[in-house]
């Protein structure tokens, strides 16, 4: 019914375990698991998907961080535009922003607040 939401699944699900061939393939054929392997496949996904040198030539991203935004609503309006420019899901691209240090997130909330150091 939303084919626009699973090709964002499925890019994510594809980098992700792209990460783990990369990062973890010899040692999960030698039958070794690590809980935060996870989280290394995650951030290998963001890094192909969202490569943070095109991230931050995007004007979505020039303009959220300029810290002029007086909204949330202004806010994810950048995010969710990042997010259809990457073919990913907006909760990604939010969290994606936050672990490269350029927002913070606050996912119980959903506030989201410029990085101070970030504002131009």
């Not at 290394?40 to 959220?64: D, G, H, K, W």
């Not at 994810?76 to 909760?91: I, P, R, T």
């Not at 350029?102 to 990085?115: A, G, H, N, S």
């Amino acid at each position: 019914r939303c084919p626009w939401v699973a090709q964002q699944v499925r890019n994510f699900t594809l980098a992700h375990e792209l990460g783990h061939i990369r990062l973890h393939a010899r040692l999960l054929r030698a039958g070794e698991w690590e809980p935060h392997w996870e989280e290394e496949a995650t951030f290998y996904a963001r890094v192909f998907l969202i490569p943070r040198r095109l991230l931050m030539n995007r004007l979505e991203t020039r303009s959220l961080l300029r810290g002029r935004v007086a909204s949330q609503s202004d806010l994810w309006g950048y995010v969710l535009s990042l997010a259809e420019a990457f073919c990913v899901s907006g909760k990604f691209m939010v969290h994606t922003l936050d672990a490269y240090g350029l927002i913070e997130f606050d996912p119980v909330t959903r506030w989201i607040r410029v990085c101070p150091s970030q504002v131009a």
